[in-house]
T-cell receptor, first 115, second 111 residues
Framework: ETGVTQSPTHLIKTRGQQVTLRCSSQ?????VSWYQQALGQGPQFIFQ???????GRGNFPPRFSGLQFPNYSSELNVNALELDDSALYLC??????????????FGPGTRLTVL | GEDVEQSLFLSVREGDSSVINCTYT??????LYWYKQEPGAGLQLLTY?????DMKQDQRLTVLLNKKDKHLSLRIADTQTGDSAIYFC???????????FGSGTQLTVLP
């Protein structure tokens, strides 16, 4: 059983640019959640995708958008990057059974630095 | 909305027990989680407890939940140097999609 994977590991962008981060969910999981973790803080929920539809959103502006594909992998897109977008971006997957829905398993994250 | 609070730092001697505390504000939180994060890594799910339980034990880990006080704790028995990490408490209400995390407790295990 493969775990949650994310790419790239690290990324450096400049202010105003756009970025796409990728996540492959754990085998058998149909739900992907994205979180932003600023330095020294806990993760903050961005949004969740279930069966290719957005299924809940946190307090993030519309320039944060996402997609989920038929194989349940997901992308996070951020437009018009700001310095404060520098953070570790974490993807978590959860599954189709009731028990598996209670457990969110995280990937290793993508470290984004905005200069 | 939900707010989750944790103390920032805890130091213990190797072999002692560690107790990490967490409080939350939303009484409708139905699932409470403990995650571990090592430097440069993602979050590892350690354990979670459903709100109708008072205690859950899993090998060296014991979770205690006081629903009345909205207080959650994680006890690590026989703490080892490999347990040094940041520990996050998180809460989720039944209908919510997201986990709400605390700021994390940095556990340092001294030899």
């Amino acid at each position: 059983e493969t775990g949650v994977t994310q790419s790239p590991t690290h990324l450096i962008k400049t202010r105003g640019q756009q970025v796409t981060l990728r996540c492959s969910s754990q085998s058998g999981h149909n739900t992907v959640s994205w979180y932003q973790q600023a330095l020294g803080q806990g993760p903050q929920f961005i949004f969740q995708y279930y069966r290719e539809e957005e299924n809940g959103r946190g307090n993030f502006p519309p320039r944060f958008s996402g997609l989920q594909f038929p194989n349940y992998s997901s992308e996070l897109n951020v437009n018009a990057l700001e310095l404060d977008d520098s953070a570790l971006y974490l993807c978590a997957s959860s599954g189709g059974t009731n028990r598996e829905n209670n457990e969110q398993f995280f990937g290793p994250g993508t470290r984004l630095t905005v200069l | 909305g939900e707010d989750v609070e944790q103390s920032l730092f805890l130091s213990v001697r190797e072999g002692d027990s560690s107790v990490i505390n967490c409080t939350y504000t939303d009484s409708s939180s139905t699932y409470l989680y403990w995650y571990k994060q090592e430097p440069g890594a993602g979050l590892q799910l350690l354990t979670y407890i459903f709100s109708n339980m008072d205690m859950k034990q899993d090998q060296r880990l014991t979770v205690l939940l006081n629903k009345k006080d909205k207080h959650l704790s994680l006890r690590i028995a026989d703490t080892q140097t490999g347990d040094s990490a940041i520990y996050f408490c998180a809460a989720r209400s039944g209908s919510a999609r997201q986990l709400t995390f605390g700021s994390g407790t940095q556990l340092t295990v001294l030899p």
